[in-house]
């Protein structure tokens, strides 16, 4: 039975219309305040037996995945890591990202997991940042020199490294997993009082400026979206398959593809981004994953695939599409995947911010999708707009920031309390909100649309987030720049992602095309092939809006027009 309707005042934070869209136990549902661990644990004591991940290091079940957790936490404390304490953690999709994220949790510290492929500079400073005494690598991502260089000038107690085989240049500091483990074995694991308020989680953002900012998520924010996710209509079911094929260095792929699907029961696929794209198709029917989270050019694989043709794909329960914008021409091109293979689908996917833990708008079935919308709000969560301006609370269909009030909202940017509270804002009636720094509308039947980015992000194929500012300041570091800006165009070859281009100014004592060679040189130093701006187009002046700022859109009509 859903929520009645009742009299509508005209404000969808007073109103909640999407709560109509749920059960009233839904609505009514205990939240769980506790560690991840122990939700995780608790939600799972009927089902040790069921299978719980799925890897390239090996299967194990729920009694399994907790032993090995246990073990973990035991040679965490043996070491001496506990409350308060952060580790960092370069993995690629593998098991040992789950057994490292609860066994932290079970001792009390906290955790930074870190792209692979970060640099040894951008390594040593987070060891020094977040005064880690532990840092957990795949052993084909250390080199010699990233182990000298770590050692040398930071205050690393050890690394620890994971994988097969051994490394032959370790240093006398460095343990193999095997050996970490086997220093926890004496150890009687102590019971640690865990606030479920205290940082869990850290992770990187773009944030209103675009540069990279450090979110503190906390066991609240993760249990409390899961919480929610699992009180909605998607076919999440004990023992589905979840398929993951990125490492959890994000908080999308940490509560969605890691505590959701573990405290659902679900088995964890965890499996290595293909190293060719187009072969997706002849995964998914090897794995016969139930649930998919994917960027559009996975589903454009399978929907462009000839190798499905005449497959039976039922056991496909649900399609996700997160991290990129979704045209409507796109999304009519999968949902015409969908009806020829006779599936029961929508194209799920939401919105929300690394600073809500991830989602706070999504579609849960196919009431709550419509092409141009993300969906409605979670069934505890409260999704509208202001006025930048004045900061009053906006009626429906009216355009203003989209701001979140919700129990999953970070605890705030680590160690940068006033750009905290440049997101985090206390509102007149004393409720805490987080603004997005997206302008969007709720309409009256509790949809949520985002209109575009106050800030600005690019996202670049494969699965790269560019920020703007951040390569701009970058660029103006080289001799002869006088102004320069970044903007995105879209990829004419990759459906949904887009390619960073430089508009530039130059100095008038300085020769043009040296400075654009010098340009493409630092950004070869900086950043991979990819990431780079795709083309440096000369300009005299920059196109500016009547309060005198740069008029990105016009800078990107006039890149569209360069083509």
């Given at each position: 039975m859903e929520k009645t309707e009742k009299n509508m005042t005209g404000y969808p934070s007073i109103d909640r219309p999407w709560l109509k869209y749920y059960k009233n136990d839904y609505i009514a549902a205990e939240i769980p305040y506790k560690s991840a661990v122990s939700y995780a644990f608790e939600m799972n004591q009927k089902r040790l037996d069921y299978p719980a991940i799925d890897s390239l290091e090996g299967k194990y079940t729920y009694r399994e995945t907790f032993d090995l957790i246990q073990k973990t936490a035991a040679a965490l404390q043996s070491f001496g890591f506990g409350k308060g304490?952060?580790?960092?953690?370069?993995?690629?999709?593998?098991?040992?990202?789950?057994?490292?994220?609860?066994?932290?949790?079970?001792?009390?510290?906290a955790m930074s997991f870190l792209p692979p492929g970060t640099t040894i500079g951008n390594i040593c400073d987070s060891i020094s940042k977040f005064s880690s005494d532990y840092l957990f690598v795949f052993n084909s991502f250390m080199s010699e020199e990233m182990e000298k260089t770590i050692y040398e000038f930071t205050s690393i107690k050890n690394i620890i490294t994971i994988g097969e085989g051994q490394i032959s240049h370790c240093n006398a500091k460095t343990l193999s997993w095997k050996k970490f483990i086997e220093e926890g074995r004496k150890t009687q694991i102590t019971k640690v009082s865990r606030d479920p308020e205290d940082m869990l989680f850290i992770a990187k953002t773009g944030g209103t400026t675009g540069e990279p900012k450090n979110v503190m998520l906390s066991d609240n924010g993760f249990n409390i979206l899961v919480h929610q996710y699992l009180h909605t209509e998607l076919p999440y079911q004990a023992g589905d398959r979840w398929l993951r094929l990125w490492p959890i260095f994000s908080a999308t792929a940490a509560v969605s593809s890691l505590h959701l699907a573990v405290c659902a029961g679900m088995e964890s696929v965890i499996r290595n981004f293909p190293m060719n794209i187009s072969e997706f198709d002849k995964m998914i029917l090897e794995e016969k994953p139930n649930h998919l989270i994917m960027i559009p050019q996975l589903l454009d694989v399978l929907e462009k695939s000839t190798l499905l043709i005449g497959k039976d794909l039922s056991f496909i329960k649900s399609a996700g599409c997160g991290g990129l914008s979704i045209t409507s021409g796109f999304e009519e091109r999968v949902n015409q995947f969908f009806e020829r293979y006779h599936l029961p689908l929508f194209l799920g996917y939401g919105w929300g911010c690394t600073e809500n833990s991830s989602s706070a708008a999504m579609?849960?079935?196919?009431?709550?999708?419509?092409?141009?919308?993300v969906g409605v709000p979670l069934v505890d969560t409260i999704v509208s707009a202001f006025d930048p301006?004045?900061?009053?609370?906006?009626?429906?269909?009216?355009?203003?920031?989209?701001?979140?009030?919700?129990q999953t909202a970070m605890l705030g940017y680590y160690e940068e309390p006033e750009m905290t509270k440049n997101v985090l804002k206390k509102h007149v009636d004393g409720s805490i909100w987080i603004h997005t720094g997206d302008l969007g509308i709720v309409n009256e039947d509790g949809f949520v649309q985002v209109h575009g980015r106050m800030t600005r992000t690019i996202f670049v194929f494969p699965t790269a987030k560019i920020y703007?500012?951040?390569?701009?300041?970058?660029?103006?570091?080289?001799?002869?720049?006088?102004?320069?800006?970044?903007?995105?165009?879209?990829?004419?070859?990759?459906?949904?992602?887009?390619?960073?281009?430089?508009?530039?100014?130059?100095?008038?004592?300085?020769?043009?095309?040296?400075?654009?060679?010098?340009?493409?040189?630092?950004?070869?130093?900086?950043?991979?092939?990819?990431?780079?701006?795709?083309?440096?187009?000369?300009?005299?002046?920059?196109?500016?809006?009547?309060?005198?700022?740069v008029d990105y859109k016009a800078l990107e009509e006039l890149a569209e027009f360069d083509l």
């Amino acid at each position: 039975m859903e929520k009645t309707e009742k009299n509508m005042t005209g404000y969808p934070s007073i109103d909640r219309p999407w709560l109509k869209y749920y059960k009233n136990d839904y609505i009514a549902a205990e939240i769980p305040y506790k560690s991840a661990v122990s939700y995780a644990f608790e939600m799972n004591q009927k089902r040790l037996d069921y299978p719980a991940i799925d890897s390239l290091e090996g299967k194990y079940t729920y009694r399994e995945t907790f032993d090995l957790i246990q073990k973990t936490a035991a040679a965490l404390q043996s070491f001496g890591f506990g409350k308060g304490d952060i580790a960092l953690i370069m993995l690629p999709a593998m098991s040992y990202e789950v057994f490292l994220f609860y066994a932290i949790d079970m001792v009390g510290g906290a955790m930074s997991f870190l792209p692979p492929g970060t640099t040894i500079g951008n390594i040593c400073d987070s060891i020094s940042k977040f005064s880690s005494d532990y840092l957990f690598v795949f052993n084909s991502f250390m080199s010699e020199e990233m182990e000298k260089t770590i050692y040398e000038f930071t205050s690393i107690k050890n690394i620890i490294t994971i994988g097969e085989g051994q490394i032959s240049h370790c240093n006398a500091k460095t343990l193999s997993w095997k050996k970490f483990i086997e220093e926890g074995r004496k150890t009687q694991i102590t019971k640690v009082s865990r606030d479920p308020e205290d940082m869990l989680f850290i992770a990187k953002t773009g944030g209103t400026t675009g540069e990279p900012k450090n979110v503190m998520l906390s066991d609240n924010g993760f249990n409390i979206l899961v919480h929610q996710y699992l009180h909605t209509e998607l076919p999440y079911q004990a023992g589905d398959r979840w398929l993951r094929l990125w490492p959890i260095f994000s908080a999308t792929a940490a509560v969605s593809s890691l505590h959701l699907a573990v405290c659902a029961g679900m088995e964890s696929v965890i499996r290595n981004f293909p190293m060719n794209i187009s072969e997706f198709d002849k995964m998914i029917l090897e794995e016969k994953p139930n649930h998919l989270i994917m960027i559009p050019q996975l589903l454009d694989v399978l929907e462009k695939s000839t190798l499905l043709i005449g497959k039976d794909l039922s056991f496909i329960k649900s399609a996700g599409c997160g991290g990129l914008s979704i045209t409507s021409g796109f999304e009519e091109r999968v949902n015409q995947f969908f009806e020829r293979y006779h599936l029961p689908l929508f194209l799920g996917y939401g919105w929300g911010c690394t600073e809500n833990s991830s989602s706070a708008a999504m579609r849960m079935n196919k009431r709550t999708s419509r092409i141009g919308y993300v969906g409605v709000p979670l069934v505890d969560t409260i999704v509208s707009a202001f006025d930048p301006e004045s900061g009053k609370e906006l009626s429906y269909n009216e355009e203003g920031e989209l701001c979140i009030l919700s129990q999953t909202a970070m605890l705030g940017y680590y160690e940068e309390p006033e750009m905290t509270k440049n997101v985090l804002k206390k509102h007149v009636d004393g409720s805490i909100w987080i603004h997005t720094g997206d302008l969007g509308i709720v309409n009256e039947d509790g949809f949520v649309q985002v209109h575009g980015r106050m800030t600005r992000t690019i996202f670049v194929f494969p699965t790269a987030k560019i920020y703007p500012t951040a390569m701009e300041n970058v660029i103006s570091k080289v001799p002869g720049v006088l102004e320069n800006a970044v903007i995105a165009i879209p990829d004419k070859r990759h459906d949904g992602f887009e390619i960073p281009v430089c508009f530039l100014v130059c100095e008038d004592d300085y020769e043009k095309n040296s400075v654009v060679e010098n340009i493409k040189k630092l950004c070869e130093t900086v950043y991979i092939e990819h990431e780079r701006p795709q083309r440096i187009i000369l300009i005299d002046t920059f196109p500016l809006t009547k309060v005198g700022k740069v008029d990105y859109k016009a800078l990107e009509e006039l890149a569209e027009f360069d083509l």
